[in-house]
C-alpha cells in the first residue's frame, strides 16, 4: 500500500483541485485547502518509508514509476478534455472511500490490521488513518457541488475496485518474490488469512461499507460518525 500512496496522493490532490475554481462555498473552499495540505505530508512520509524498503533491495522505484506514469498520463488528459477531468475526480472519490475504510479497520481492528508491524511502521498507519477520517467527504462534497453524475460514480467505484485490487496484488507479487517467500506455504496461508480471514479479514471485514457507497443517498460522512 505504501508503494501506491505517493503517487495516489499526488493524483488525488490534482484531481480536487481542478474543480476548485467551480466551487463558491467558503467552507468546502477551506476544506479543499487542509486535504491538500493533508495528503501532501501523506506524500512526503509514504516517501520516506518507501526509500528506506528500497535501500534493502526492493524495486519500489520501479513499481512507483509505473504507477506515476498511469496517473500523470491520466491527469495530462484531463487537461484537454473535460469528461476525464470529471472521470479523474471520480476515482479519486472512489479511491478516498476505499481509504476511508481501510482506515476505520486500521482504528478499530488494529490487533488483526497491525500485528507483526514495527511500532514506527504501526504509529504512521494509524496517523495516516485518523487524517484519511478527518476529510473523507471532500473529494465527494467537490464532486457534488460540481454536479457530478452518481451512476457515472458507481460505475467508476466498480471499475476503481477492479484497477486497485490487480495493482495491488502485482505489487505485492514482485516484493514476494524479491524476498523469496513467495515459494513458501507460510506465506500464503497468513496473506490469505488476514485478507479473507472470515471475522477480521483486512478486506472481508469493510464488505459493507464498501457496498454502502452504492445506496441512494450514500455520503462518507453518514459512515461511522463516531470518529
Known sequence: LSIIFPEGERFFIRS???FREQIS?????????DFCAQEAQHTLVHEALNELATRHGYPVAKLESWLRRDLRRFSNGGKKHAWIRRAALAMTVCMEHFTAILAYQVLTNAEA???GLDPAVEALLTWHAL??????GVAFDVYQATNGSPVALRFTMLLATTLFMLRLCLYTTVLLVKDGSIRKWSTWKTGVQFVFGPRQGFLVRPWRDWLAFF???FHPWKQHREL
Not at 487524517?131 to 473523507?136: A, M, R, S
Open 16 to 18: 480536487v483541485l481542478a
Open 25 to 33: 462555498d467558503p467552507k468546502l473552499l477551506s476544506e479543499i485547502k
Open 113 to 115: 490490521t497491525n500485528h
Open 131 to 136: 487524517e484519511e477520517t478527518e476529510h473523507k
Open 215 to 217: 445506496k441512494p443517498g
